[in-house]
């Protein structure tokens, strides 16, 4: 975020007690580039319980881009990544060191895992790969997506001789006139 970004959001905080959630957004919202998993996570609250109505918003999307100043694309991120963690990584979320907000993987890193995990062509062992690379080495985002990337590739097909090929060309013609003769078709 630009400082023009902070200062905005300090300006709107300004007028808001301290406890309330409004207040803790725009807090977490100022320190987002160091440490999403809290914005995430009341975001997620925000968005789950309607609150941004509350605040004079018709959507959620236009309080985010209005109020926080975080694009909708970002903010869907940001909700599904935490989100993500809380119900399949909650172990993660419990053990993070909120002292040391660097060590926190990045969100698009996180999205990538959670898209992984989603995909039926990547195995479990390769998920587990890829998840070590984001959870515990904090890989930045396109790191892990070449990582996912390679995971995709098809398995490369193995080289038909001439020879297969024939075989296999004869073979189909044998059952092709085995099924005709069957249905009485003559030559």
Same mark, same amino acid.
């Given at each position: 975020?630009?400082?023009?970004?902070?200062?905005?959001?300090?300006?709107?905080?300004?007028?808001?007690?301290?406890?309330?959630?409004?207040?803790?957004?725009?807090?977490?919202?100022?320190?987002?580039?160091?440490?999403?998993?809290?914005?995430?996570?009341?975001?997620?609250?925000?968005?789950?319980?309607?609150?941004?109505?509350?605040?004079?918003?018709? &959507?959620?999307?236009?309080?985010?881009?209005?109020?926080?100043?975080?694009?909708?694309?970002?903010?869907?991120?940001?909700?599904?990544?935490?989100?993500?963690?809380?119900?399949?990584?909650?172990?993660?979320?419990?053990?993070?060191?909120?002292?040391?907000?660097?060590?926190?993987?990045?969100?698009?890193?996180?999205?990538?895992?959670?898209?992984?995990?989603?995909?039926?062509?990547?195995?479990?062992?390769?998920?587990?790969?890829?998840?070590?690379?984001?959870?515990?080495?904090?890989?930045?985002? &396109?790191?892990?997506?070449?990582?996912?990337?390679?995971?995709?590739?098809?398995?490369?097909?193995?080289?038909?001789?001439?020879?297969?090929?024939?075989?296999?060309?004869?073979?189909?013609?044998?059952?092709?006139?085995?099924?005709?003769?069957?249905?009485?078709?003559?030559?």
């Amino acid at each position: 975020m630009s400082s023009r970004s902070i200062q905005k959001l300090e300006e709107r905080m300004e007028n808001l007690s301290p406890e309330s959630l409004r207040y803790r957004v725009l807090e977490s919202a100022k320190r987002f580039k160091s440490s999403w998993i809290e914005l995430g996570q009341v975001l997620y609250t925000v968005y789950k319980d309607k609150h941004y109505r509350e605040w004079g918003h018709a &959507t959620f999307e236009v309080y985010c881009a209005k109020e926080i100043g975080v694009r909708e694309q970002t903010a869907v991120k940001l909700l599904k990544s935490y989100y993500f963690l809380e119900k399949e990584e909650p172990e993660y979320l419990k053990g993070r060191n909120e002292d040391k907000p660097a060590e926190v993987p990045a969100f698009e890193s996180v999205n990538a895992l959670r898209l992984a995990k989603q995909s039926e062509r990547i195995s479990e062992k390769d998920y587990e790969k890829i998840r070590e690379e984001v959870l515990e080495k904090g890989s930045e985002p &396109t790191e892990v997506k070449k990582k996912i990337k390679y995971f995709l590739k098809p398995a490369p097909t193995k080289e038909v001789s001439e020879v297969d090929q024939k075989k296999q060309a004869a073979k189909k013609a044998v059952t092709h006139a085995k099924g005709l003769a069957e249905k009485g078709v003559g030559f």
